[in-house]
């Protein structure tokens, strides 16, 4: 799928779910991204994936990417793709209506209230059945230091650490998760470090204008 049939598609969808631009934009940068407004503290909304076999499907991935984690691309480690009654994860252009309802029933209510600290974490704790990876467990970490969730902290920063040693090339990359550990009790320090990996994911993915707006 070109990126025009891709940003048609999205359209569609959002039609079917009675959207008309309050709550979603496209991101015509790549074009097969609608994220959800206002971003808040994370940039989340739904990707087409285009099938590599079949030119005429796609699948849809529900995406959640907290901006204290400085990056430059999107990526899905938090969330799902979205699934039909059979598990099947493959649509066309001319499933729009029925996406709409799947995303109302399983994802809607967690895309639209997930732009603060609290709800964020919150949303990311309730995804019980998506795969916890060492992205999902970092991100509760930095939230939960954020907020002053010291409990939480404690708890996902020990299950990360466990997992480390399956995952040795990306120990570095979850260095931020000690420097949370290691800080938590000066808020002040927590606070500004968040919110310069934060400004930095927002350029990184070029949303200033989106992030300024809320």
């Known amino acids: 799928m070109k990126k025009k049939e891709k940003t048609m598609v999205l359209k569609k969808i959002l039609l079917a779910l009675g959207d008309d631009g309050l709550?979603?934009?496209?991101?015509?940068?790549?074009?097969?991204?609608?994220?959800?407004?206002?971003?808040?503290?994370?940039?989340?909304?739904?990707?087409?994936?285009?099938?590599?076999?079949?030119?005429?499907?796609?699948?849809?991935?529900?995406?959640?990417?907290?901006l204290y984690i400085p990056t430059e691309c999107v990526y899905f480690?938090?969330?799902?793709?979205?699934?039909?009654?059979?598990?099947?994860?493959?649509?066309?252009?001319?499933?729009?209506?029925?996406?709409?309802?799947?995303?109302?029933?399983?994802?809607?209510?967690?895309?639209?209230?997930?732009?603060?600290?609290?709800?964020l974490l919150k949303t990311i704790k309730d995804m019980s059945f998506v795969r916890e990876d060492m992205f999902s467990l970092e991100a509760k970490v930095i939230l939960a230091a954020r907020i002053g969730d010291f409990e939480t902290l404690q708890n996902e920063y020990k299950i990360l650490k466990q997992r480390e040693q399956y995952f040795p090339q990306g120990l570095a990359y979850f260095a931020s998760t000690d420097t949370m550990m290691q800080n938590y009790q000066n808020r002040d320090f927590i606070i500004d470090i968040t919110d310069k990996w934060k400004n930095e994911s927002v350029q990184g993915l070029k949303l200033e204008k989106w992030v300024t707006q809320e």
């Open 23 to 66: 709550n979603f934009e496209i991101d015509n940068n790549v074009g097969d991204i609608a994220f959800v407004k206002p971003v808040g503290n994370c940039y989340r909304g739904i990707c087409i994936n285009a099938s590599q076999l079949i030119k005429e499907e796609f699948c849809l991935q529900v995406f959640f990417d907290p």
């Open 77 to 119: 480690n938090i969330g799902w793709r979205l699934l039909d009654k059979r598990n099947y994860d493959s649509w066309t252009s001319e499933s729009a209506e029925e996406i709409a309802i799947y995303l109302k029933q399983d994802a809607l209510s967690k895309l639209l209230c997930s732009y603060t600290d609290e709800q």
